[in-house]
């Protein structure tokens, strides 16, 4: 997995392509999402559009990311996600946990409404 950072408005777009299985990639994005925190950005949304796979150590990083974002104040909402992403999600019954929209238009959007 490889992930994009981007800005937008009052956003980090941080756009997830290939496979999320955790490991390493959850260390890399642990210090990119603390790195964001210092800065004081906190209202991330991940674009799930690029991602073809999620194990249950991908969605454990999801889980420890929308911790700590929502411990610093902010939140972490999804977007994009991909019929199996989610209905991944509804399995595990996350899709009551994070806030999830169908673009990342909208997920930005609802950051204006909080």
Do not use: Q
């Not at 796979?53 to 991908?58: E, P």
């Not at 974002?69 to 994070?98: H, Q, Y």
């Amino acid at each position: 997995m490889s992930f994009n950072v981007s800005e937008r408005y009052n956003c980090v777009v941080i756009e997830f392509k290939g496979n999320v299985m955790g490991g390493p990639d959850a260390v890399s994005l642990n210090e990119k999402l603390h790195e964001l925190i210092e800065n004081n950005k906190t209202n991330i949304v991940v674009d799930l559009s690029r991602v073809k796979f999620m194990n249950s150590s991908g969605l454990g990083m999801m889980i420890g990311a929308l911790t700590t974002m929502r411990k610093s104040g902010g939140d972490l909402r999804i977007a994009n996600a991909t019929d199996k992403i989610e209905s991944l999600l509804i399995i595990t019954k996350l899709i009551t946990v994070f806030k999830h929209f169908k673009s990342v238009d909208e997920a930005i959007e609802s950051y204006k409404e909080s």
